[in-house]
């Protein structure tokens, strides 16, 4: 899996109901991990979700108990609660408590699927990420993972894809050759690597790769990615 992928904790204890979720959101490109109770959810918190889906109905510990400890761990996660709570205090206790949003049980995965992306995206305007990127024909939806030329969708590997993110995150800024290969590789990694994949990318987005108007080299010190105009 991509390590550009969003990142989404499933924390519901009936095995059903993880399978469904897992194969719904699989299918658009998230990575998924799960935890069948409070305690393993809140083992999972290091490896950073992106986005928390919490049932409350948990076996160990109350639903929204977890859901405070989550928020005072990770004030950024988003957090979308299922409950087979209907009632409007119910989801007032749990928006109040620092969930994002609330989904009642049963749902529809369509509908579950729009409230996740809305959650990402308000998550990724706090933190000052743009969840949609537009400069000049191309846009980058960070949300849904898709790059496009004009209306044309542009296939690319995770590694280039995780290349196109780190500079769509830091659009206007020039970014160095040890910052990329640090994000993407590891220290040790020879700068030709990046090299190649830069010319890889700039092959599927520029209109002519040989004079990028995008993917911008500062000679000596990295690329920068052209900001919105």
Avoid: C
């Avoid at 040790?188 to 209109?207: C, F, G, M, S, W």
Wanted: hydrophobic share 40%; charged share 30%; glycine share 6%.
């Amino acid at each position: 899996m991509s390590s550009g992928a969003l990142k989404i904790l499933v924390v519901d204890d009936e095995p059903p109901i993880r399978k469904l979720l897992r194969m719904g959101l699989v299918t658009e490109g998230y990575e998924i991990i799960e935890a069948p109770n409070g305690k393993a959810a809140l083992q999972l918190l290091p490896q950073s979700p992106d986005l928390i889906i919490l049932d409350l109905g948990l076996p160990d510990m109350q639903g929204l108990d977890l859901l405070k400890r989550v928020r005072l761990q990770n004030e950024h996660v988003a957090i979308i609660v299922l409950s087979s709570r209907g009632d409007e205090a119910g989801k007032v206790e749990a928006l109040d408590s620092g969930a994002d949003d609330y989904v009642t049980k049963p749902f529809g995965m369509n509908e579950l699927l729009a409230r996740t992306r809305s959650a990402l995206r308000h998550r990724l305007q706090v933190q000052g990420e743009r969840p949609l990127f537009r400069v000049g024909n191309l846009s980058v939806d960070l949300v849904r993972r898709i790059v496009k030329l004009s209306e044309t969708e542009v296939r690319l590997s995770p590694k280039e894809y995780d290349l196109l993110r780190q500079m769509v995150q830091h659009a206007g800024k020039v970014l160095t050759h040890k910052f990329l290969l640090d994000k993407l590789w590891d220290q040790n990694t020879d700068a030709q690597y990046l090299r190649v994949y830069v010319r890889q990318l700039r092959h599927k987005i520029e209109p002519d790769p040989e004079r990028p108007e995008y993917i911008l080299t500062e000679t000596g010190i990295g690329y920068r990615l052209r900001a919105p105009d």
